[in-house]
């Protein structure tokens, strides 16, 4: 039978470059084989000993790969509501008390966290922002969502108008993507509130992308209620 399609020249020189094993017995044996059959019983292509040293780990590093795949498949941490979100963030910004920080999750079409970064870390008053470098960071994770958070050091559960305008700002960039905004989480002392879930989070595309730093401070004698979300987002 005829190799399969699905078996590509690159399959072939991959496992050329990493054995040593030259192509052409390669794809002499998958003719009629199934190639992984190499890997699995490498006498079949009769291999040299430096050959088989090769073979044998790779193997190793793929038995390794399927082990530490499967262990954080998992340890994944996966959103499946505003409270798990909550939870997350108030555990790693509850103690931060003398800066603002400012988080991102980004997130796979699960909602399961591919990479976590620490975008701005200020004074207790102010934290600037870079959309630029968010923007950088989510395309380079290939994420689906992203999920925002930062910290009160005053202890403030509200989310401010800044806060809005900022979480604004993050929507017009990701929006023309269809990478969404799932959330920001508002951490004060060891206690979170959810935008969404106030209903205060910004979910259209209001301007076009601006991605000029934003400083976001921590004026949290301005605060917002969460009567008209019409009123609140009105920049």
Known sequence: MATKAKYS????????????????????????NNPFNILEHPGVVEPNDRQLEKLNKLNEFIASYNVLKLDQENEKITFKSPNDSGKYFASLLGGVKDKERFLVAFLDNSN?????????????????????????????NDCSSIMLSHNHPGGSLKASSEDIALTQRIVDIFRPLDIKVLDHIIVGGYSFSSMAENGVLPNDRMDVANYEPIKLSAAE???????????????
Do not use: H
């Not at 690159?10 to 390669?26: D, E, R, V």
């Not at 301005?222 to 920049?235: A, C, F, G």
């Open 9 to 32: 020249d690159s399959f072939f020189q991959s496992l050329n470059k990493l054995t040593g094993i030259p192509m052409s017995k390669l794809k002499s044996y998958a003719k009629d």
């Open 112 to 140: 399961s966290i591919i990479e976590l970064r620490t975008v701005s870390q200020g004074t207790t008053n102010m934290a600037v922002v870079y959309p630029r470098d968010i923007l950088k960071m989510a395309l380079a």
């Open 221 to 235: 004698e301005e605060q917002v209620e969460y009567n008209s979300v019409d009123e609140e987002i009105e920049l």
